[in-house]
Structures are given as structure tokens and as C-alpha cells.
């Protein structure tokens, strides 16, 4: 693939990305549905990026509850922190659909004494804006109601009132550490109540300060 595609790299003159990919392997995998990119307590040292299909990022909790981090179903970066600092992963991540992953192995020869000034802020921004969505992650899991989750969940991905997810009922269940009928019975109820709409995978916020109010 054009390594430009990938947002670590787009900004890269043609020397300093072959001197990037003369450090390590640079591989392209092909995943099969449900299989296993990397698990719970793994050490790869390499960094993933999907090029084409759907991953699922998650954890397990002690009573057999999945927990989705992440969902991608588009072209993104995912477990480069866990690589660079080369520590056992605290999550799984597995193939929802048959899956094409860039795999760059021993990711932290990357950044070696000639690294690239551009590459280094490429990867500086990437960094800061996973803290980002992890803060918004943890603000939505933290509240302590399901309905205040829901509310926090939809104020924060809102565009113009409208929140669209590619996310089955089940995978949004499990990113608010609840079940698929509770999730269906407390939407059912904010619809009765006047504070949303829902349509398949798209929900209109009807009164954004009475659904902010609820947090």
C-alpha cells in the first residue's frame, strides 16, 4: 500500500520514508472473520493499521462480560502506544469481517536517532488524540445511571443534533457496560419522554438541554 495514506507518514519526503522502512517489516496481513490480531497479556512490538474491513477492540471483565473499547471500520491506527513502549496489551483485538491489517513490526526502531522531525509530530498528534477519545470514553462510562451514559454518549458524538453509529444495539451495549434489553428499554423510554428520536442507526436529540440536564 502508499505508506502516504496513513496519516504517520503522509507528510514524509520520499528520503525520510525510506529511511523509516529500511528499519523494519512492513507487512500486510489478511484476518479472517473472528480471528485474533493480538490478545490480553500479548507482546507484539508492532504497530497495526486497518486498511480495509472492521476490528474490534475489547476487554473481558471477571464475570465474562465483553466490553468494546473501539470499534474501527475504517482505515485506522490502533495498538501503538502498547508497541512503542513494547508492554503486554491489556485488551483484545479481533477481526469482525475479514480484515486487511498493515502490520509494522519492532515499531519502536521507528524512532531512532535519524528519525524524521515530521514523523515525530505526526505521531505526537496521533498519541494525543487517542488521550482525547479516551478521556471522552471514560466521562461516558463514569456517569452513574445507564440513562445518564446514553445522554453523555449522544452529547459527545452529536452532529447538529444528530448522532449516527455504525454500532449494532449489542457492540453499544457493551461499550456502556450494559445488555442489549436494558439498552432498547432506557431508549424506548427517553423516546416516550421527548428527548430523542430513533431511526435504525440514527438518533435525533429533540431537547439538548433537558438531555444535558440529565448529567
Known amino acids: 500500500m502508499n ?46 493499521y486497518l486498511i480495509e474491513g472492521s476490528i474490534l477492540v475489547y476487554k473481558i471483565d471477571p464475570n465474562g462480560k465483553r466490553f468494546i473499547i473501539r470499534k474501527f471500520n475504517k482505515p485506522a491506527i490502533f495498538g501503538e502506544v502498547y508497541s512503542y513502549f513494547e508492554e503486554p496489551f491489556d485488551f483484545y483485538a479481533q477481526a469482525e469481517t475479514d480484515s486487511k491489517v498493515l502490520v509494522i513490526h519492532d ?51 452529536e452532529e447538529n443534533e444528530m448522532v449516527k453509529t455504525d454500532l449494532s444495539r449489542e457492540e453499544w451495549a457493551d461499550i456502556l457496560a450494559t445488555t442489549r434489553p436494558s439498552l432498547s428499554r432506557e431508549l424506548s423510554n427517553m423516546v416516550d419522554d421527548g428527548l430523542i428520536e430513533v431511526k435504525d442507526k440514527i438518533i435525533k436529540i429533540k431537547n439538548r438541554s433537558l438531555l444535558a440536564d440529565i448529567i
Open 107 to 157: 515499531f519502536k526502531k521507528l524512532f531512532a536517532d535519524d528519525i524524521p522531525r515530521n514523523f515525530l509530530i505526526s505521531y505526537t498528534n496521533l498519541v494525543s488524540k487517542k488521550c482525547l477519545q479516551l478521556s471522552r470514553s471514560n466521562q461516558i462510562t463514569s456517569q452513574s445511571t445507564l440513562r445518564q451514559k446514553i445522554a453523555k454518549y449522544l452529547i459527545i458524538n
Open 3 to 48: 505508506l502516504r495514506e496513513i496519516a504517520l507518514f503522509k507528510n514524509l519526503s520520499d528520503e525520510e520514508l525510506k529511511i523509516l522502512t529500511q528499519k523494519t517489516k512492513f507487512e500486510e496481513k489478511i484476518y479472517s472473520k473472528d480471528s485474533q490480531i493480538f490478545t490480553v497479556g500479548e507482546v507484539t512490538g508492532a504497530m497495526y
